[in-house]
T-cell receptor, first 113, second 117 residues
């Protein structure tokens, strides 16, 4: 069966520090990969998605970047965090078929102080 | 463009009573529709999806949803609510006419379900 791992679960970082969040998927090949952010309210905002190694699409201009160095690895990064980067970050994967649901990891709670 | 609306921020229901969580959508073509549940400090769990065919879709944990094309709705239902069903529920839509972009989903703002004894 497929599993998705996301770490760390919680993170407190000072403003201006770098960020690296990692997500890996097991049990499938060539997945689509996604990074979402959930603000303090509820809304889910798609940040990045990837349909293959090295292929990253950004949905919103921001302080963050994403990379996919391996087929089942997706990394969210920042060189200098802002207070507004605080939130709950969710990684997800799906099959390539367009009717495939997304499957989410357990998320990372990031607090920028 | 694709969008989805969940008109209720919160739904309260007594345990054992039926529950409904509402969702309406807007897409150019025929939609792919999904329901997810989120427990505190956890990721979203997939409950069910509608792609085509029977308008009543059955999913996990006894949940079902009814697709209504004329009303552009996809309401989540359960015949008998449990206290453990209390969670945040999200409706999501994808317009298959949109090309490229992986399988991006657009999510509603969520509905908090509270089931009380």
């Amino acid at each position: 069966s497929q599993t998705i791992h996301q770490w760390p679960a919680t993170l407190v970082q000072p403003v201006g520090s770098p960020l690296s969040l990692e997500c890996t998927v097991e049990g499938t090949s060539n997945p689509n990969l996604y990074w979402y952010r959930q603000a303090a309210g509820r809304g889910l905002q798609l940040l990045f998605y990837s349909v293959g190694i090295g292929q990253i699409s950004s949905e919103v201009p921001q302080n963050l970047s994403a990379s996919r160095p391996q087929d089942r690895q997706f990394i969210l990064s920042s060189k200098k965090l802002l207070l507004s980067d605080s939130g709950f970050y969710l990684c997800a994967w799906s099959y390539r078929q367009d009717n495939s649901p997304l499957h989410f990891g357990n998320g990372t709670r990031l607090t920028v102080t | 463009a694709q969008s989805v609306a969940q008109p209720e921020d919160q739904v309260n229901v007594a345990e054992g009573n039926p529950l409904t969580v509402k969702c309406t959508y807007s897409v150019s073509g025929n939609p792919y529709l999904f329901w997810y549940v989120q427990y505190p400090n956890r990721g979203l769990q997939f409950l069910l999806k509608y792609i085509t065919g029977d308008n009543l879709v059955k999913g996990s944990y006894g949940f079902e949803a009814e697709f209504n094309k004329s009303q552009t709705s996809f309401h989540l239902k359960k015949p008998s609510a449990l206290v453990s069903d209390s969670a945040l529920y999200f409706c999501a839509v994808r317009d298959p006419i949109l090309t490229g972009g992986g399988n991006k989903l657009t999510f509603g703002t969520g509905t908090q379900l509270k089931v009380e004894l």
